[in-house]
Each structure stands twice: as structure tokens, then as C-alpha cells.
């Protein structure tokens, strides 16, 4: 058996840094030389995310083929308003409410691997194939690796393996984070580098000895990186001639995306002449340059009160919590997490609860986008929100209502923050990178065409398009479709898409042992290191 397509996950890879990693740059070279071939010889889309494109929603989106109101996920934690207080929990695969590609192979007797992906923990014990996860601890990689028998097989086989290095090491990734100073931004760069190694080595040794039918692997590195080395990945920032960090910066950045390109090389050619590869990422990247502090305008705007302070020890550990410190029998919106862009109203169940009228709420909803769109940069007068977009219509599906009631889009694509700071709208003092709606969706192999770059697609596209080119029929649910423009009209002609039965709904699924409050904090101080928490 030979592996018919061969999926690599980019977490946040872009055109913009992309484009010139496969260019012959004065003093650099060509960064990418293997991604140059490949993309030359294949086909290249524009990938519309998920409307608020974050990782998680993003990516289930990718294994779903459908909307986050019908999959479930929209952020990375999980929010529920009690009416006094907002209790919360992180997202898992348990949350993801429709049927994966992984399980749809699975079913149909085509062996899969996925390894690195957000969300596919735990995985179900009748997948026919491997899983290693992403995003969790190392304590819990060993036993929601599937089957169990796989992570002894990892260990015990491929020489020099850490598992600490393949899962998220919180307390390295903090240390590298905690002193950003202009010497030592380089470190978390660095940091990247053995890790994306680890996780190559364990789909080299998968694809060497399982050969699975459909093989997929994500490299999450783009995305950490770019967060943090921004500057140093656009060219529209770089210095002309960087000297000094900026030219360390630089070539670290470079030495990332060089490793890179060797893993992709070594994965393609393992994978034989015959396999068709595919590349996709979650969302794209841009430069955010201000910061809107979106829960102090609701406060000008008097949806929402923050909680006075007594001074006391517990006011002092609610005022540094996660999440806003909000007087909840006086706030009606309120926008929970940085990650979410998203702002929820309080509905009341029932008289006297906190919150609005169920009646009123068409009209107060009205109100409160004409506001938002009001919002002005005060030096520039340019529009901050430049859309506001309803649940109803964005979200369509069973889980609508989890939702954001109202997901903002900003100007320069930026996460707002939720702290009780003024100004409202405050410059920053360098740009960051932030996600762009855009990602990539590439392929290469016998039966695609070399057609450059074609058509944008939709994030839907990729889940029956990787089926298409297994030889499985898409299911009829899916929401998106095949592109055409992907395949040579001599092999569509050989191979039309053909519609299957609708997925099957997910069963529910208990873990071995959860994440204890010390683990999931861990979580949430990486995600406050990436801008999605504060």
C-alpha cells in the first residue's frame, strides 16, 4: 500500500510571507527553494477562514467540512452565563458536534494518521489508525495517543525522542516569553525549531512504516512565530538593511521556514511520485497596529459596569483574572475574551434577571452595531469596526446561539483587548502580527494541474477536497465543495465527484483523566502569550 494524499497543516501560514520565502531575495537567496518547485507545478488558492479566524473554529471547520454553527467550536474556551457570573472550560474533541474526515476515512476502511492537530483529543477507540494530538500536555500526549500501543512504538523507535518537546512545554515557551527584550525576542524563534522537528520525525517514522492511505500532519510553528516576529517576516517592516537584532531576528526566522522546507521535502518524496499533497492553512496573517480596548467603550456607552474594588485580596485576584471583572446586575454586553472579537448580550430568562428584555432585543442589538460603527481612531478618523457581523446569519446551524450575538471586524484584522484601560483606541508602539481571513490552500501531484494561482475558496473546500482525492464520496451535508480548478479536466473526467451518504453524528466520548485547574492555567497563560487572552 503507497499513501494516496499526503495533507500538511500550516497554523497561520500566509501569501505575504509565503510568497517571498519561494523568491530569489537580494542577500537571502531563495528560502524555500522544494515549496518553489511544488508550487510551480501546482495549484495555489486564496482560503477564506472561519468569520472570526481563530485556530479552533478554523480548524474544525478544515476536518468538518462545516460551519462553527454546526460544528460547535468558536473559541478556545467555552463560556457559560449563569446570570450572576460566567463560569468556563476549555474546548476538546468532545465539543466538536459533527463527524470528522478522520472518522469518515476511518469508516470506509481507509487508514488515516492526523498528528498535530487542535481538538483530536480524545480521540475514538474504533479509528482505524493513529492520532496524536496537539495543543495539551505532555502527561496527557501518552494516553490520548491512538492507539495506545503507537506513543511506546514513538518512544521506544525513533532515537533522541522528548515527548515534552512534542507537546506544548508551557514553562519553556513562558520562559522564552517572559523578558522580550530586543536580545532575546530570537528565543522563542529558536524554541520552534526542534519542536516542528519532533513532530516531523514522528510523521517520517508513520509514513515510512504504516503508510497510511490518507496521511496528515500540522505544523504549527507559522503561527507562533509570526505572532511574535511579525516585524521581521514583512518585508513592508524589515529595515532594507537589517543590522544588529533586526538581522538577527531576521535569519532565525529564516533558518525556521529553511527547516521547514526540508520536512516538507522529505515527507513529499516519502510519500512517492504517486500522492497527491495538499497544503492548508487555518488563516492568514497581517500587521495590527492599534489596540481597541472594547470593553472600556461599552463602558463609555454604559452596556456594561465594571465590579468596584474593596482593595481586598480576592478583588485584587478578580481584577488580574482572566476574563473582564465586570458588576454583572449592571452590564448587558460585554466581550469575554480578546480571541472571541466577539460581543455577547445578556439576555434575561426570565423578569428581574440581569440582562435585556427577550422583546427588545432586535432593537437593542440595532443600537448597539450603530454604535459600534461609530467608533472613530482619533488621529486618523478612520473607522475602526469596518463590519459587525450577526450570529444568524454567519453562524447558520444547531449551535448558533453558543455564538458571539456579534463578531466584530477590525480594520487592521487586530484581537480587541477586554482590560479596563484608557485610551479606547490607543496605537502601538510597533506593529504585531495578528490573523488575516486569508490563508493558503495549495496542492501538487499526478492529476493537478499547474495553473498558478487560482480562484479563493472557502475553508469548508478543504474537508471535500482531501476526501475527492482519497476516492471516497463527499457527503451530502457537507457544506462546501470540490474545486474543479484543483484537478486536471483529464482526471476529474476519471474521477468525478461523486456524492455519499450524510456523516454520522459523533459519539460521545469520556477522557481517561481530565486537565486539573493547574494544567488548564498552564493553557491559558500560552494563549495570553499569543494575544488570545489577556
Known amino acids: ?46 482560503l477564506r477562514s472561519t468569520p472570526n479566524p481563530l485556530t479552533p473554529p478554523a480548524w474544525c471547520s478544515i476536518m468538518t467540512g462545516k460551519n462553527p454553527g ?44 492526523a498528528l498535530n492537530f487542535p481538538l483530536t483529543a480524545p480521540a475514538p477507540e474504533e479509528l482505524k489508525g493513529a492520532i496524536v494530538p496537539g495543543f495539551i500536555p505532555a502527561k496527557h500526549l501518552r494516553r490520548n495517543t491512538h492507539p495506545r500501543e503507537l506513543f511506546e512504538r514513538i518512544k521506544t523507535q525513533i532515537s ?140 463609555e456607552k454604559g452596556y456594561l459596569a465594571w465590579a468596584d474594588s474593596d482593595g481586598s485580596d480576592m478583588a485584587i485576584r478578580r481584577e488580574a483574572a482572566d476574563f473582564a471583572n465586570l458588576d454583572w446586575s449592571k452590564t448587558t454586553a460585554y466581550c469575554r475574551t480578546p480571541s472571541s472579537n466577539g460581543i455577547h448580550i445578556r439576555v434575561a430568562e426570565k ?78 508602539p510597533h506593529a504585531a502580527g495578528t490573523h488575516h481571513p486569508d490563508g493558503i490552500f495549495m496542492a501538487y501531484g499526478p492529476g493537478i494541474p499547474a495553473a498558478g494561482r487560482v480562484e479563493l475558496r472557502q475553508i469548508v473546500d478543504v474537508a471535500p477536497t482531501l476526501l475527492h482525492s482519497i476516492g471516497l464520496a463527499v457527503p451530502v451535508d457537507f457544506e462546501g465543495q470540490v474545486p474543479t480548478s484543483f484537478f486536471t479536466p483529464e482526471w476529474m473526467a476519471e474521477h468525478p465527484v461523486k456524492k455519499g451518504a450524510p456523516t454520522k453524528a459523533p459519539q460521545r466520548r469520556v477522557l481517561d483523566e481530565e486537565m486539573d485547574a493547574g494544567e488548564q492555567k498552564q493553557i491559558i497563560e500560552q494563549l495570553q502569550m499569543l494575544g488570545y487572552m489577556e
Not at 501560514?13 to 511544488?38: A, R, W
Not at 460544528?71 to 458536534?97: C, M, N, P, S
Not at 488563516?283 to 470593553?295: D, E, K
Open 70 to 113: 454546526v460544528h460547535g467550536v468558536f473559541d478556545f474556551i467555552r463560556a457559560e452565563d449563569k446570570g450572576g457570573q460566567v463560569f468556563w472550560t476549555l474546548y476538546d474533541a468532545r465539543d466538536i458536534d459533527a463527524e470528522t474526515i478522520w472518522s469518515i476515512c476511518s469508516r470506509r476502511k481507509v487508514s488515516v494518521a
Open 160 to 299: 533522541g525522542f522528548d515527548p515534552k518537546e512534542l507537546a506544548w512545554d508551557f514553562d519553556k515557551e513562558k520562559q522564552a516569553m517572559e523578558s522580550l527584550s530586543a536580545d532575546e525576542t530570537a528565543k522563542w524563534v529558536r524554541y520552534h525549531l526542534p519542536r516542528e522537528a519532533q513532530w516531523f520525525r514522528v510523521a517520517e517514522f508513520i509514513l515510512k512504516n504504516d503508510q497510511p492511505d490518507f496521511m496528515a500532519v500540522m505544523f504549527d510553528g507559522t503561527d507562533k512565530i509570526q505572532h511574535q516576529a511579525w516585524p521581521w517576516l514583512d518585508l513592508n517592516l524589515l529595515p532594507k538593511n537589517p543590522q544588529g537584532h533586526d538581522k538577527e531576528m531576521r535569519e532565525v526566522c529564516l533558518e525556521y521556514f529553511r527547516n521547514l522546507d526540508g520536512f516538507i521535502k522529505k515527507l513529499v518524496e516519502l510519500a512517492g511520485p504517486e500522492t497527491q499533497v495538499f497544503f492548508a492553512s487555518d488563516h492568514g496573517f497581517t500587521a495590527s497596529t492599534y489596540v481597541l480596548r472594547i470593553n472600556a467603550f461599552l463602558a
Open 351 to 428: 423578569p428581574g434577571d440581569p440582562g435585556i428584555a427577550p422583546e427588545d432585543y432586535e432593537r437593542f442589538r440595532d443600537q448597539l452595531i450603530a454604535d459600534l460603527k461609530s467608533l472613530k481612531h482619533p488621529v486618523t478618523g478612520e473607522q475602526i469596526i469596518t463590519d459587525v457581523l450577526k450570529r444568524e446569519e454567519w453562524f447558520p446551524g444547531p449551535h448558533m446561539e453558543r455564538a458571539c450575538d456579534l463578531t466584530l471586524v477590525l480594520s487592521d484584522h487586530g484581537f480587541v483587548s477586554i482590560k479596563n484601560y484608557q485610551p479606547v483606541v490607543a496605537d502601538r
Open 1 to 46: 500500500m503507497t499513501t494516496k494524499t499526503l495533507f500538511i497543516g500550516l497554523d497561520g501560514c500566509t501569501y505575504t510571507v509565503l510568497d517571498q520565502m519561494i523568491s530569489d531575495l537580494p542577500g537571502e537567496g531563495v528560502t524555500m527553494p522544494f515549496l518553489k518547485s511544488l508550487m510551480e507545478r501546482g495549484v495555489q488558492a486564496k
